[in-house]
C-alpha cells in the first residue's frame, strides 16, 4: 500500500512538473523568431531575425544607442541570405548568407552591414573585417507606430520597420 502511494505521489508530481514547463512554452515570448521571403528580380532574398516589442519604450537613442553597430532584431544577429549575386544600393554583394547589422543615426542616415560571419549572437563578437557590403540608407517616417519590428521585401529591396521608423535597403 505504502510502496503504491508512493507511485502515485511520484507520477502526480511528475504530470505536474510537465504541464507547469507546458505552460511556461505556451507563453509568448517576447521577442518571437520570423522569417520573411521573396523575390527580387531573380534571386530569393530570406531574412531570418527575432522581432521585439516597442512596449512603451524610447526605441531610437534610447534602447537602440545612435552610433553603436546593433544586431537589427533581437537575440541572434539577423540573418540575410541570397541564392544570386545582387547590388545593394548601387554595390555588389554575392550569393550567400550574412548577419545583417545597422548603425543607426540621429541624422536620418543609417550605416546597413552584410556580414560574413552569419552565426552570432548580437552584435557582441561583431568584427567589422568580416564586413562583406557597408551601405548608407536614409529612414524615412512612418505615419504610425510599428509595435513589433517587422521586415518587408517588396520588389526593388526590403525594409526594417519598428516604432516610427522605416529604413529601406535597394536591391537590383
Request: proline fraction near 5%; avoid cysteine; hydrophobic fraction near 40%.
Amino acid at each position: 500500500m505504502k510502496t503504491m502511494i508512493k507511485s502515485i505521489a511520484m507520477l502526480f508530481v511528475a504530470v505536474t512538473a510537465s504541464v507547469g514547463a507546458m505552460a511556461q512554452d505556451a507563453q509568448p515570448k517576447p521577442s518571437p523568431a520570423a522569417t520573411v521571403t521573396g523575390k527580387i528580380k531573380a534571386a530569393t532574398i530570406t531574412i531570418n531575425y527575432s522581432s521585439p516589442a516597442v512596449k512603451g519604450r524610447k526605441i531610437w537613442g534610447g534602447l537602440e544607442a545612435w552610433d553603436k553597430v546593433w544586431r537589427a532584431g533581437a537575440n541572434e544577429a539577423t540573418t540575410f541570405e541570397t541564392d544570386k549575386d545582387i547590388t545593394v544600393e548601387g554595390k555588389a554583394l554575392p550569393a550567400g548568407k550574412y548577419s545583417f547589422f545597422l548603425i543607426p543615426k540621429e541624422s536620418g542616415t543609417w550605416t546597413a552591414i552584410f556580414n560574413k560571419e552569419p552565426k552570432q549572437w548580437g552584435a557582441y563578437k561583431y568584427e567589422e573585417a568580416k564586413d562583406a557590403l557597408r551601405v548608407e540608407v536614409k529612414t524615412k517616417a512612418l505615419k504610425a507606430t510599428q509595435e513589433r519590428l517587422v521586415y518587408k521585401i517588396t520588389k526593388t529591396g526590403f525594409s526594417l520597420e519598428w516604432d516610427k521608423i522605416s529604413v529601406p535597403v535597394s536591391i537590383k
